[in-house]
């Protein structure tokens, strides 16, 4: 099958993407935009290792195609952080032993970055509830639901609303990756999604 | 990683142009909806076709207002309107147990009444269904779950809306080459795990449809499975009452996930309309609902645990429709 050139609007970056009809957005933010937070685990929506936003709704990036979201926001773990400082659930999972092996924490996230806008004091069961689609096979969950509690006690706080990726934009001058092939900002070249 | 095999991505606008790609699709398609249950059969390589039609850029999928539900609208669309739970509150519990958060963020009613049956001999990768042998529903020669049996499968209906609408007395509308048609849910379903109902392939469901006098029916969906988030129904009970005080004035019944669609008791129902919703009554019905369930082995437990456990839920069922306090035990302690 052919491949078509895409513009996802990642992180409020721009990249052109080169992907066949059949890839996912996981894959297409990993390999074709160099954005390797996003993690693929059971590839089949069960363990939301793969979880990013779309238009600020949490979207599992396995089951999605890449072609279905052109043109709409997506946000990764990467455009979570500022240049200077931590989110404030990255803080708190580093904090409270949130995440050990790791691969399952940038899921954890994003789904709780959903919920802390929507719910700023969520109960454990609300964020029991919340994170029931994402999978840990190390922490045995209290500690992550103690960092989610955590960062949501920062956040009321620090602020009166959970920082967006917009409100957080000290940003780099280039997105990750190699910067060689990074053109203007937040612009890359045209990559190759998958195989 | 699980590889999506290739095809060709169709991204219409109406439905009108859909079933128009879908005919001009000689080889082969299928209709995405929100894909948690198409992509995961087609990264197994089960029944993959070269044409993929998705429905997600479609409006008149996506509206829902009184009562009426579009094929097109996501599981937390409905989970988050309020004046469809207060009108019809037995949704809140079926939702709240339907897959995992992330799953309903993306799967839609339509593919959720639509989704393909399930079995332990068919949900494998293709690798694993190379050594165990491939099964009637994909590429080979007999049911593995019945053998002998070449011309019907026994996968597992695995939906939870589905009963729910049909207790609640829905309609469904359809789309198709020859224009719509609307019928009663409890019409829609064929009991073959291949077949699975008697929409032409080319169809498109447009809307589920709820009665206005539903709202004053009295409904409890009751679902068993072994993970608390994410799983398919091991078993499950849809019923739904009127009332004239104690008395049963109307009962619908269904026992869902124990064959390959979800089965409409209205013998059982018929039986006991009249009678009083007293305990004797609901243990007689729910030993008529066990006695009537005869679940094979496609699923993880043991057909004569999920037989037993029909009558349980049943009972749950009509307690929680007379008005008691139900709760919910883990998964495990249930029996």
Not at chain 2, 126 to 154: H, M, Q, T, W
Request: aromatic fraction near 6%; include cysteine; glycine fraction near 10%.
């Amino acid at each position: 099958m052919s491949k078509t050139l895409v513009t996802l609007n990642v992180n409020d970056a721009t990249y052109e993407v080169a992907i066949k009809p059949q890839d996912t957005l996981a894959l297409a933010l990993r390999d074709g935009c160099g954005l390797t937070g996003t993690k693929i685990g059971c590839d089949m929506g069960t363990c939301g290792c793969c979880t990013v936003l779309v238009d600020g709704e949490p979207a599992l990036g396995c089951l999605t195609l890449a072609l279905e979201v052109e043109g709409r926001r997506i946000q990764t773990i990467e455009g979570l952080a500022g240049a200077e400082r931590l989110h404030p659930l990255q803080r708190a999972f580093a904090e409270c032993g949130g995440s050990q092996c790791g691969f399952c924490t940038p899921g954890f996230v994003m789904t709780s970055v959903a919920l802390l806008r929507t719910n700023k004091a969520p109960s454990r069961d609300e964020i029991k509830a919340a994170i029931a689609g994402n999978l840990c096979r190390c922490t045995g969950y209290a500690k992550i639901v103690d960092a989610v509690e955590h960062a949501a006690e920062q956040i009321r706080d620090e602020d009166d609303s959970v920082p967006t990726p917009n409100e957080m934009s000290e940003k780099p001058e280039t997105q990750a990756g190699d910067k060689d092939d990074a053109g203007i900002h937040g612009r890359r070249q045209p990559a190759t999604a998958g195989r | 990683m699980m590889i999506l095999p290739e095809f060709e991505l169709a991204r219409p606008r109406s439905v009108d142009e859909a079933i128009g790609v879908a005919r001009a699709a000689t080889d082969g398609f299928d209709y995405l909806g929100g894909g948690t249950d198409l992509l995961c059969n087609y990264k197994w390589g089960l029944n993959t076709n070269p044409t993929v039609i998705s429905l997600r850029h479609i409006g008149e999928l996506q509206r829902m207002a009184d009562g009426s539900v579009g094929g097109g609208v996501t599981l937390a669309a409905i989970e988050k309107d309020a004046d469809f739970l207060h009108d019809f509150p037995v949704f809140r519990r079926t939702l709240d147990r339907l897959a995992s958060p992330l799953i309903r963020q993306t799967g839609t009613l339509a593919g959720n009444i639509l989704v393909d049956t399930r079995c332990i001999w068919l949900n494998q990768s293709l690798f694993a269904r190379k050594a165990l042998g491939k099964c009637l529903k994909a590429d080979g020669p007999e049911c593995r779950v019945v053998k002998g049996s070449i011309d019907r499968c026994y996968a597992n209906y695995s939906g939870d809306m589905a009963p729910v609408f049909m207790v609640l007395g829905g309609t469904m509308r359809l789309a198709g080459p020859d224009g719509e048609r609307t019928l009663l849910l409890r019409d829609f379903f064929a009991l073959d795990g291949i077949r699975r109902n008697v929409k032409q392939k080319e169809e498109i469901i447009v809307s589920l449809d709820l009665p206005s006098d539903a709202k004053t029916l009295r409904a409890s969906y009751q679902k068993f499975r072994v993970r608390e988030a994410w799983d398919f129904p091991e078993l499950a009970v849809a019923a739904s009452a009127r009332m004239d005080g104690d008395r049963i004035e109307e009962l619908s019944l269904v026992a869902n996930a124990v064959a390959s669609i979800p089965l409409w008791m209205d013998e059982i129902a018929a039986k006991y309309r009249g009678e009083t919703l007293s305990d004797a009554t609901i243990d007689a019905i729910a030993e008529d609902m066990r006695k009537a369930a005869k679940p094979v082995k496609a699923t993880l437990l043991p057909p004569g645990y999920r037989k037993a456990m029909v009558g349980v839920m049943t009972a749950r069922a009509l307690r929680e429709i007379r008005g008691d306090v139900v709760t919910e035990k883990q998964s495990g302690e249930a029996a």
